[in-house]
DNA sequence: TGTCCACGTCT
DNA sequence: AAGACGTGGAC
C-alpha cells in the first residue's frame, strides 16, 4: 500500500482550493487500474482481442437500464440462438420476444429485431462504426451509439450513463441536481474522455462504467479502493456519497385490476398477445380487466367495473369465483398495480374467444416467455 | 416494508 | 420535451 497523508489533513487543504484536475493523470490511473480490475463479461473481448460489435451492441442494449447480473444469462441466450446479426435478423418476432421475456422494457426487443435487420439488409450485416450512423439506428440513443463506437470501434466518444453521471458528478463535486446538471456533467465528462492522447478509447469507457459500477457505487462508495480518489473534489468537501444529488420524484402512482384464469374443460388456460405497443407491447399475458387509478393513502380496493375491459366479451360462467388471497403486486416504471385474481371454469365450445387469445396446457405455462407481472400470478396458481 | 438504482430511447 | 416504459437486488 502507498503510503498516503492522514485524510483529515489532506482532506482540508483539497477543501479550502480544490486542485485543477488533471485529465492525463486521471486518465492513467484509472486505466491502470481497468489492466488489473476490468471485470470479465461475456461481450467483452480478452486478450488484446477487439470485441464483435454484435456482441457490443446486443449488450448494451440488454444493459439499457438494466444490471449486469441480469443481462448475462439473456445475452448467453442470445448469442446462442443467434450467433450472427444476420440470424437475428431472420428470427421471428415472436421467438425474440419470448426469449426476451423477464428482461423488461419489451419496446427494447422489438428495435433490436428492427436494428438487426436493418444491419442486415442495408448495411450487408456490418455494423457502422460511428455515432451519427449508429443513432440512426432503431433502439441506439446517445449512449448506446457512443459505448459501440468506443468499444467495439475504439473511436474517441464521450460515453455517459448512469455510472459516468456518477463518477464525474463525484470527482468534480457537481452539487447541481440531476437532470439539471446533464450539461456540466456532460461537458465535464468531454474533457476526460476526449483528452489529448485518448489512445484507448474503448477501454476508458468501460474502465468509467466498471469503477462505477464496483468502486463509485450509489451507497458506500469505496474510495479506500478507489484509484483516482486523489483528485476527487467530492471525497475531498466530504460529500461523495451524497452525489449525485437528485431533484425528488413524486410517488407512484397506484392501479388496480382483476387478473383472469380461465380453464376449460381440457384444463387449459386462456392467454392472450398483447398490442404491439404500449405496455408490455407484443408480449403474451392473462387476459385482465382495465387497471383503474387508486389514490394514494386509499384503504379501500377500487371500485372496478367488471363489465368493463375483456370480461364482457368473455361472459364469465356463473361458477366464477374471486379469491381475496390471489392477489399479487407489481411496479412499473410510473405506478404500482394490485392484481386480483379471478377464477373461472368455462366450456369452450359455448365461450368466444378474440383473434389474439389462445388456450394453453397448464404444463407449458413456463414455456411461454411471460412479463414477470403474469409470471408472478401463474407461480401463484401452481404453487411453485 | 419502502426507496433507490436506473439517462436510455422513443414519442 | 415531458412522460411512457420493467425488473430485481441492495439496503
Known amino acids: 500500500m502507498p503510503r498516503t497523508m492522514p485524510s483529515s489533513i489532506s482532506n482540508r487543504k483539497v477543501a479550502k482550493s480544490a486542485p485543477p484536475v488533471k485529465p492525463a493523470a486521471f486518465r492513467s490511473a484509472l486505466l491502470g487500474w481497468y489492466d488489473a480490475h476490468a471485470r470479465v463479461l461475456p461481450w467483452r473481448a480478452r486478450g488484446g482481442k477487439t470485441a464483435d460489435p454484435y456482441h457490443v451492441w446486443l449488450s448494451e442494449v440488454m444493459l439499457q437500464q438494466t444490471t449486469v447480473q441480469a443481462v448475462i444469462p439473456y445475452f448467453g441466450k442470445f448469442v446462442d440462438k443467434w450467433p450472427r446479426v444476420q440470424n437475428l435478423a431472420a428470427a421471428q418476432d415472436d421467438e425474440v420476444m419470448h426469449a426476451w421475456a423477464g428482461l423488461g422494457y419489451y419496446a427494447r426487443a422489438r428495435n433490436l429485431l428492427k436494428c438487426a435487420r436493418v444491419v442486415a439488409e442495408t448495411h450487408s450485416g456490418v455494423f457502422p462504426d460511428t455515432v451519427d450512423t449508429l443513432k440512426s439506428l432503431p433502439g441506439i440513443g446517445d449512449y448506446t451509439a457512443a459505448a459501440v463506437a468506443a468499444i467495439a470501434f475504439n473511436r474517441v ?11 464525474v458528478s463525484r470527482w468534480f463535486a457537481i452539487e447541481t441536481p440531476l437532470p439539471d446538471s446533464k450539461p456540466e456533467i456532460r461537458a465535464q465528462a468531454k474533457t476526460l474522455f476526449e483528452h489529448k492522447g485518448s489512445d484507448r478509447p474503448g477501454d476508458f469507457a468501460q474502465a468509467m462504467m466498471d469503477l462505477g459500477a464496483t468502486i463509485c457505487i450509489p451507497q458506500n462508495p469505496r474510495c479506500d479502493l478507489c ?17 449525485p444529488r437528485r431533484k425528488p420524484k413524486a410517488a407512484q ?13 381440457r384444463g387449459e388456460i386462456l392467454f392472450e398477445t398483447r398490442p404491439g405497443r404500449g405496455l408490455l407491447g407484443g408480449m403474451v399475458g392473462l387476459p385482465t380487466s382495465d387497471w383503474v387509478g387508486w389514490p394514494a393513502g386509499q384503504r379501500k380496493w377500487p371500485e372496478i367495473d367488471h363489465k368493463g375491459g375483456h370480461i ?18 407489481h411496479t412499473f416504471t410510473h405506478f404500482d398495480l394490485e392484481l386480483r385474481g379471478v377464477l373461472a371454469k368455462v366450456k369452450t365450445r359455448s365461450f368466444k374467444i378474440t383473434d389474439d387469445q389462445f388456450w394453453v396446457p397448464a404444463t407449458e405455462i413456463t414455456a411461454l416467455g411471460l412479463p414477470t407481472v403474469f409470471r408472478k400470478f401463474t407461480r401463484l396458481m401452481d404453487g411453485t
Open 312 to 329: 364482457s366479451a368473455m361472459k364469465i360462467a356463473d361458477d366464477n369465483s374471486m379469491k381475496s388471497d390471489l392477489k399479487i403486486r
Open 157 to 167: 466518444e464521450t460515453v455517459i450513463d448512469g455510472n459516468v453521471d456518477r463518477v
Open 253 to 265: 402512482p397506484r392501479r388496480a385490476g382483476y387478473v383472469y384464469w380461465i380453464e376449460n374443460e
Open 227 to 243: 484509484p483516482v480518489s486523489k483528485g476527487c473534489q467530492g471525497r475531498a468537501k466530504g460529500i461523495a456519497a451524497e452525489l
